[in-house]
């Protein structure tokens, strides 16, 4: 999956990125589905906007949090991004950015693919909300493992 090592340079990339901009980034990544999901059919997407939900992402104070969504099991990945960010930012755009990164994850590069995916999202972050005030971290910059 990911290493200690990949872990702590994503989440140290999560860290100096948000210092450039007022967006909150958040990695999840599920080795697979529950059951009941598996069941119900639930579908990489669906996972990833209940995921956003449960971890509130979507109550930052600028409605600017990304929820960066990695299956291992079904080398699916998904950005899920809060009302402020699809102002600016279309789905497609965010679609586009998910197709390259999937490229990594099918060599089984997962900690190198979500390292670029963190870099990419920052990168459209910092263009579309530089960061101006003094803000607080409102979202760890933790990597979530299940």
Same mark, same amino acid.
């Given at each position: 999956m990911i290493s200690t090592e990949q872990r702590k340079l994503i989440e140290t990339a999560i860290n100096q990125s948000e210092?450039?901009?007022?967006?909150?980034?958040?990695?999840?990544?599920?080795t697979q589905l529950e059951i009941a999901d598996l069941w119900r059919r639930?579908?990489?997407r669906e996972r990833a906007l209940d995921a956003f939900s449960q971890l509130r992402l979507w109550d930052t104070e600028h +409605?600017?949090?990304?929820?960066?969504? *990695? /299956?291992? $099991?079904?080398?699916?990945f998904?950005?899920?991004?809060?009302?402020?960010i699809s102002e600016k930012i279309p789905?497609?755009?965010w679609e586009q950015l998910s197709t390259r990164i999937k490229d990594n994850?099918? +060599?089984n590069d997962f900690g190198g693919? *979500? /390292?670029? $995916?963190?870099?990419?999202?920052?990168?459209?972050?910092?263009?579309?909300f530089p960061r101006s005030v003094v803000k607080t971290n409102e979202v760890s910059d933790c990597v979530i493992l299940r």
């Open positions: 210092q450039k901009h007022l967006g909150e980034i958040k990695i999840l990544v599920e639930t579908t990489v +409605n600017i949090g990304v929820l960066l969504y *990695i /299956l291992i $099991a079904e080398h699916g998904e950005i899920v991004a809060d009302r402020g789905q497609a755009e994850f099918s +060599n693919g *979500i /390292l670029r $995916a963190v870099e990419m999202v920052a990168s459209h972050l910092e263009k579309h």
